[in-house]
């Protein structure tokens, strides 16, 4: 009788395919969910300059992306026409603007706005002390 000569080494190997997958799963995942932790606003850059200012109500904010895109409470407004139709007429308006954004984008916006009967509008700017 024999008895098994013929012994099968250990298999050694770990196949790394599937934690790589997992790893890459978590990386993009984290990437995604990021982008909506960050709260919502767009962040530009603002000029410096300016005196401080006292707010006895909430402000509406309006950003100006360096593209002279719109935003307003996250939403995008392509036509600054649209963007009147949804402002309160009597609250006070503060314009972001990023300090690359062109001054044609920015000068449309606050001839739109006066045009349409908002006469309270700031600039936004980063202080300097």
Do not use: C, H
Not at 30 to 53: D, N, Y
Not at 95 to 119: C, N, W
């Amino acid at each position: 009788m024999r008895i098994r000569e013929n012994k099968k080494g250990l298999i050694a190997d770990i196949n790394l395919s599937p934690i790589l997958d997992l790893s890459l799963m978590l990386v993009i995942f984290l990437a995604v969910t990021t982008e909506f932790i960050s709260g919502g606003e767009i962040k530009v850059q603002v000029p410096k300059g300016g005196a401080p200012l006292t707010q006895s109500e909430e402000p509406v904010k309006i950003i100006v992306d360096k593209w002279g895109r719109i935003y307003y409470k996250g939403k995008l407004y392509k036509d600054p026409l649209e963007l009147v139709k949804v402002l309160p007429k009597n609250g006070k308006i503060f314009i972001k603007a990023d300090k690359e954004t062109p001054y044609k984008f920015v000068f449309t916006l606050l001839d739109t706005l006066r045009q349409s009967g908002i006469k309270k509008i700031s600039l936004v700017g980063q202080r300097v002390e």
